[in-house]
Each structure stands twice: as structure tokens, then as C-alpha cells.
T-cell receptor, first 110, second 114 residues
Framework: GEDVEQSLFLSVREGDSSVINCTYT??????LYWYKQEPGAGLQLLTY?????DMKQDQRLTVLLNKKDKHLSLRIADTQTGDSAIYFC??????????FGSGTRLQVQP | DAGVIQSPRHEVTEMGQEVTLRCKPI?????LFWYRQTMMRGLELLIY????????DSGMPEDRFSAKMPNASFSTLKIQPSEPRDSAVYFC????????????FGQGTRLTVV
């Protein structure tokens, strides 16, 4: 079955790098996503990676994918207080509905 | 487009009452999803539609929950009768698939059943 796991909480200081990790179990996932949820809001797509890629960089964001270990990570460089939010990884196995992890709450301390 | 629109934003109701949550997807999107978010269970898929047809409702908790999509621009999620354990934030999302596709989420409806 599908099960996406994340650690629940991460605290970093402003200016440091944040690394949020995710493991998934469905090897047929075509795309893997990172969504961001700010307080009182819905989820917004942050970035995504296609399953045949190992890495994707987008400004301060770096996504690493290890298909062998089914491990996905999101690195945020120079983390700012505005990055404080809940981050969800999600997989698209082709059935069109995303399966989300439990979310990692990122707290950025000034 | 104004994005996915959900109403109401907040709903407080008494146990046993019927609750109807509403969603207007983004125009042109042919997939619509209902998710429920709680602290204990995270984000769960309840049901999703393709071209107004329910495709997978295996996430619907029980018969008290029902969802409809009478046309491409409107969907409802109904709980009858409601129970305190239904308290959660309910999200509607829509997407149009072609390769990588982004699911756009509404702001959610925070439901409290007392």
C-alpha cells in the first residue's frame, strides 16, 4: 500500500539551511511533490521532481531523490522566518490523487 | 480565475445535524478531490471525481458521508448525521492532468461538531 512518512517537527535558526526528509513506499510513483501550508491556508505547490531525476534546484530550494531507498528530501537554503510553515511531501502513483505525508512543521527562529 | 473556492470557511454545528460543504473548482479542471486534515491522521483523501464522475470513494469514512458533483463547476460534501469526531479541516482541490500536474487547493472549511 501507499504510505508516505515524514518527521513531524524541525526547528532551525534564520539563515541556516533546513532539510526536510520524506520516505515513500510506492516505487511506481511518477512524480514527487513538496507542498507548503501556511497557517489557516490551503496547500500550495512548492516544487516537484520527476522520478527519473536525482536532483532539482530552484532558487533556494533543492530536492534530492534516492529512488533505491525511496527517500526524498527538501533543502531550503538561507531559511527565513517567512519559511515557517508545514511542508508536505506527496506522491503521484498514477491514480491521479496525491498521497500526502503527515507534514513537517518547520519553525524558523530569528 | 479566483482559484478553488470553498464555503463556508468555518462551520460550527451540533452533533446529529446535517452539514454541507461546498466547492467550486478552477474552470477547466477535470479532476476534483476532497481531503480531510486532522492532527491525528494528517491529510486523508476522501473521494475524487473525474469529469464529474466519482472515481475512488474508498476514503469516505462511512455512510454518513456523501459527495456529489452535479456539474463541472460545483461539488458538495455532506455529513449526515454529524459527530464530534468529524471535526477537521476539509479541503477541496482541483487539477487538470497532463504529465506533471499541480493540484490547486481551496482555503478549506474548518468544521467543528459540538
Amino acid at each position: 500500500g501507499e504510505d508516505v512518512e515524514q518527521s513531524l517537527f524541525l526547528s532551525v535558526r534564520e539563515g541556516d539551511s533546513s532539510v526536510i526528509n520524506c520516505t515513500y513506499t510506492d516505487s511506481s510513483s511518477t512524480y514527487l511533490y513538496w507542498y507548503k501550508q501556511e497557517p489557516g491556508a490551503g496547500l500550495q505547490l512548492l516544487t516537484y521532481i520527476f522520478s527519473n531525476m536525482d536532483m532539482k534546484q530552484d532558487q533556494r530550494l533543492t530536492v534530492l531523490l534516492n529512488k533505491k531507498d525511496k527517500h526524498l528530501s527538501l533543502r531550503i537554503a538561507d531559511t527565513q522566518t517567512g519559511d515557517s510553515a508545514i511542508y508536505f511531501c506527496a506522491e503521484d502513483t498514477g491514480r491521479r490523487a496525491l498521497t500526502f505525508g503527515s507534514g513537517t512543521r518547520l519553525q524558523v527562529q530569528p | 480565475d479566483a482559484g478553488v473556492i470553498q464555503s463556508p470557511r468555518h462551520e460550527v454545528t451540533e452533533m446529529g445535524q446535517e452539514v454541507t460543504l461546498r466547492c467550486k473548482p478552477i474552470s477547466g479542471h477535470d479532476y476534483l478531490f476532497w481531503y480531510r486534515q486532522t492532527m491525528m491522521r494528517g491529510l486523508e483523501l476522501l473521494i475524487y471525481f473525474n469529469n464529474n464522475v466519482p472515481i475512488d470513494d474508498s476514503g469516505m469514512p462511512e455512510d454518513r458521508f456523501s459527495a456529489k458533483m452535479p456539474n463541472a463547476s460545483f461539488s458538495t460534501l455532506k455529513i449526515q448525521p454529524s459527530e464530534p469526531r468529524d471535526s477537521a479541516v476539509y479541503f477541496c482541490a482541483s487539477a487538470s492532468y497532463g504529465g506533471m500536474s499541480e493540484a490547486f487547493f481551496g482555503q478549506g472549511t474548518r468544521l467543528t461538531v459540538v
